[in-house]
């Protein structure tokens, strides 16, 4: 793992390119739903800074010695306003993080790994008993990374997007 990657908040001032960056990479993931197909979502993506607006809402980067944006994900520490289909938003003592995305050009530095661990970390401050993720199909090369870090599938947090089926992770504590 790159130690030279600093994990802090998302200064408002980095939003914009937070958002472009979020768009950029689930744009370019092989067969994920189109702008066209999706477009609230990659709304979402766009204004990714809007989520922090949400109580205990957080949006994490990682900054690397150049102080470059390298990736980004958005930490829930209540999954009352995680924002999901499916059954995760009833999850109580949860925590819960969406939206991680790592610009193409800082992929396999570990930079996923350590934006996971430091939600893992806030989670446990937070005195919750779970972190629940959520992936896709098209998103199948990181949840290599979630299940090597200890993340477990979860099929009862699975829901359908539009057409689109998501699935569940949990990492206990």
């Not at 008993?129 to 990181?142: N, P, R």
Request: charged residues 25%.
């Amino acid at each position: 793992m790159n130690d030279n990657i600093t994990i802090r908040t998302a200064k408002p001032s980095e939003f914009k390119n937070i958002g472009k960056l979020m768009v950029k990479v689930y744009s370019n993931l092989a067969g994920f739903p189109s702008e066209s197909e999706q477009p609230e979502y990659y709304k979402l993506l766009l204004n990714i800074g809007d989520l922090t607006k949400l109580e205990r809402t957080e949006l994490l980067v990682a900054i690397s010695e150049k102080n470059e944006v390298m990736g980004a994900v958005v930490y829930f520490s209540d999954m009352g306003v995680y924002g999901s289909g499916g059954s995760a938003t009833q999850e109580k003592n949860s925590s819960g993080f969406r939206l991680l995305a790592v610009d193409p050009k800082f992929r396999s530095k570990g930079v996923g790994r350590k934006l996971s661990l430091a939600c893992i970390e806030k989670a446990k401050k937070d005195g919750n008993s779970q972190l629940i993720i959520h992936s896709t199909e098209f998103m199948k090369i990181a949840w290599r990374m979630y299940e090597n870090i200890g993340f477990q599938r979860a099929e009862d947090l699975d829901f359908m997007q539009e057409k689109l089926p998501v699935y569940g992770f949990s990492y206990r504590f």
